[in-house]
């Protein structure tokens, strides 16, 4: 008895239908409710693939909420479930980056983003991944606007407050 019972823990499927239901929720104004629903979904997982195309989920849930550290770590936990070879890892690592750029860590999506590109150079070219690939791109753009932005702000104000040895920036 205790063998069937481990054996059928073991072989949970996940609800898919269900899945696809908590999307629609999501994306309908309800990340709060959906992400409960994840997480309850997530629980029953028992596959690395599973449990990281959910968490994957559960990091757009927090991201909608305006929580962008939590974002972060269920972004990094799907990436970690995911083996380099996984057909699937480049969106958990895409995500990840997008995940530091919205929790205010620009450095370091910029540094994913690149590597991400570089990394994955012959997959985004495949005519499929266009999308991506552009989003990716997009992505990086914005995150060194702000980081540039950001930069000229520090530099401008050193500079009027008498830092002459600081490198002034052109309009």
Sequence with gaps: MTATVLGEAQNRVVDWNRFRELQTLRESGRPAEALTEFEALRENATDPMDRSAILQHEALCYY??????????????????????????PF?????????????????????????????ANFLNDSEQTELRHDAQLRLIENLIFLWSFYRAVVDREWSQGGRDLPRTKG
């Design 64 to 89: 909608d909420l305006g929580r962008f550290d939590k974002e972060v770590e269920a972004a990094s936990e799907a990436v970690r479930l995911l083996p380099d070879e996984s057909p699937t890892r």
């Design 92 to 120: 958990a690592e895409f995500s990840l980056a997008c995940a530091h750029g919205h929790a205010d860590k620009s450095d370091l999506a910029v540094r994913e983003l690149k590597a991400f590109l570089k990394k994955h």
